[in-house]
């Protein structure tokens, strides 16, 4: 396969708190932007810009406070009218396209990566609406060869570009990057470093990819979403009646079989599940999807190929001159 080439990362946002409650973000944003003034301005072939997603819904510790900001930013979302009765997470997600984007313009943050924590135990995650973003994919790659203290992973929605609805969605390149458990509220060590160390792999890829290097093409495994999984509930008060079963709970990409057990219900009842095909769960028991109705979500797993890429250097210069 030929090598692939592509513009230079000339400016890349890392965005955190989109999400209020998860920590690990917020806290890293925040550290990053008291050092702001110490770092290697000119040295870098590329901008850093530090972004509090949500910073209402920080300052309180929530998820969000009207709407769930990371399910704002389609294209019609973005584009609807602001009045008085519009939730606060509408008006920043527009306030935020404008920063960051205009989504799908050539004006848009080459790169996004927005930083988010699960009460999950997933590892790192990338969670992108893409397989075929050569970029994200190849930085994914440089992350799971050289992290070492946890596993890395790619998880694939499989959604139309327009009804892209997270935040990272805005830039032309970018991916969620998801890293668990960590209960929201609260930030670990272990998970606030390894997102630092994710960070850094990132922007030490960026910093080779823009002076030229040639990354060779290969095969990443990719895992995409198939269905979520609801709990049981009542029928009239749509309350749950089960518990993520203990053999599952924490046993995030392990494949889960037709008839291996789902819930315990709270009469002490297993529930098994009843799919045709394994999968691999993962988010499973995410504190903050209770409330969306998904006790688990399952993913099928294939290996996608993956192209040489190079910066194409003609452009990083014509670019800079314009
Ligand atoms: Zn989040």
């Given amino acids: 396969m030929s090598t692939v080439s592509l513009p230079a990362l000339s400016r890349v946002a890392v965005c955190g708190g989109t999400h209020g409650n998860e920590l690990s973000g917020v806290y890293l944003v925040r550290e990053r932007l008291k050092k702001k003034q110490q770092q290697r301005e000119g ?20 998820r969000y406070t009207e709407a769930d900001l990371n399910r704002c930013f389609t294209r019609a979302t973005l584009n609807s009218p602001i009045s008085d009765k519009t939730p606060y997470e509408i008006i920043r997600s527009q306030e935020l396209n404008g920063l960051l984007g205009p989504k799908g313009s050539p004006k848009a943050m080459d790169l996004v990566c927005d930083l988010h924590n699960t009460t ?4 790192l995650c990338f969670i992108t609406f893409s397989d075929s973003d050569w970029i994200s994919l190849h930085i994914y790659r440089h992350l799971q060869r050289e992290l070492a203290t946890i596993p890395v992973r790619y998880i ?3 959604l139309p570009k327009n009804e892209a609805y997270s935040l990272e969605s805005v830039g032309k390149h970018g991916f969620a990057m998801e890293i668990g458990p960590q209960p929201h509220g609260s930030v670990r060590s272990n998970v ?13 890829w960026i910093r080779l990819f823009n002076s030229g290097t040639h990354f060779e093409g290969g095969s990443v495994e990719v895992f995409t979403l198939v269905k979520n999984i609801d709990y049981p509930r009542d029928p009239e008060t749509r309350s749950i009646t089960a518990a993520i079963h203990p053999e599952l709970q924490d046993r995030d990409f392990c494949l889960l079989h037709p008839g291996d057990p ?7 009842e297993t529930l098994r599940y009843k799919g045709k095909e394994p999968l691999y769960p993962f988010f499973v028991n995410e504190c903050a999807y209770y409330e969306t109705g998904i006790a688990l979500s399952l993913a099928s797993r294939r290996r996608v190929t993956i192209p040489s890429i190079q910066c194409n ?10």
């Fill in 43 to 62: 040295q870098e072939s590329f901008s850093v810009t530090m972004v509090m997603g949500n910073p209402r819904a920080v300052q309180q510790c929530r």
């Fill in 156 to 158: 694939h929605f499989d």
């Fill in 262 to 268: 789902l819930f315990l219900s709270f009469s002490g």
């Fill in 120 to 123: 999950a135990n997933m590892g």
């Fill in 192 to 204: 606030f470093v390894a997102m630092q160390e994710g960070i850094e792999l990132m922007l030490e």
């Fill in 313 to 322: 250097r003609d452009r990083l210069t014509m670019g800079t001159d314009v």
